[in-house]
């Protein structure tokens, strides 16, 4: 599957209906209301100018089939080498090793940007999520019981982390 550099332009509305399906089927995202092409642009912008990736797999036909971005973990200064990634996968095309593939390419991502620690938060019932993390050496780092509530219930939130060998040489400021 063809790895590409996803723009607004070409993958908004694509990234827009996965992230709305998520929303609406599941808990994924702790958010209750579809997001707006207003609210895709403005996540496009905030990429931009933070320099930070969205990477997707496409069919043969152009046809995105997942995404996976990366974006601040705190807004401090001493976190600059720290992210919380995304990733999320189309409706029907979950289950096919999608999801590997754009951790995979994540995590590539964030040491080619000399990041040191990728952060996942992710829904404690979410267990191919989990799984996965855990495959690809993420370690279980904290678990926040009730945290969020949506579909009528309590949700925990588990976070995941892997510390890389990026950058050789952090400094300070």
């Given amino acids: 599957m063809p790895v590409v550099h996803c723009t607004l332009e ?3 509305a694509a990234i827009l209906a996965i992230l709305n399906d998520a929303i609406l089927h599941s808990t994924a ?13 403005s996540w496009f912008a905030t990429k931009i100018a933070g ?6 797999l496409e069919n ?7 995404f996976a971005s990366y974006g601040p ?13 995304a990733i999320y996968v189309a409706p029907g095309q979950r289950g096919q090793g999608i999801g590997e593939q754009l951790l995979r390419l ?13 952060v996942g938060a992710i829904d404690a019932a979410n267990h191919a999520s989990l799984a996965l993390h855990q495959k690809l050496g993420f370690v279980e780092t904290g678990r926040l019981p009730q945290v969020g509530f949506k579909f009528g219930r309590w949700l925990d939130l588990v976070l995941c982390q892997l510390t890389l060998s990026t950058p050789a ?5």
Wanted: hydrophobic share 35%; proline share 7%; no cysteine.
């Fill in 29 to 41: 995202l702790y958010d209750y209301q579809p997001r707006s092409s207003e609210q895709m642009a």
């Fill in 106 to 118: 994540i995590i590539a991502a964030a040491e080619a940007d000399q990041r040191h620690t990728l």
């Fill in 60 to 66: 043969s036909a152009g046809e995105l089939l997942g």
């Fill in 169 to 173: 040489q952090p400094q300070d400021g």
């Fill in 10 to 12: 070409r993958h908004g």
């Fill in 73 to 85: 973990f705190r807004a401090f200064p001493a976190f600059k080498y720290t992210v919380e990634h």
């Fill in 51 to 56: 320099g930070y990736p969205v990477l997707g």
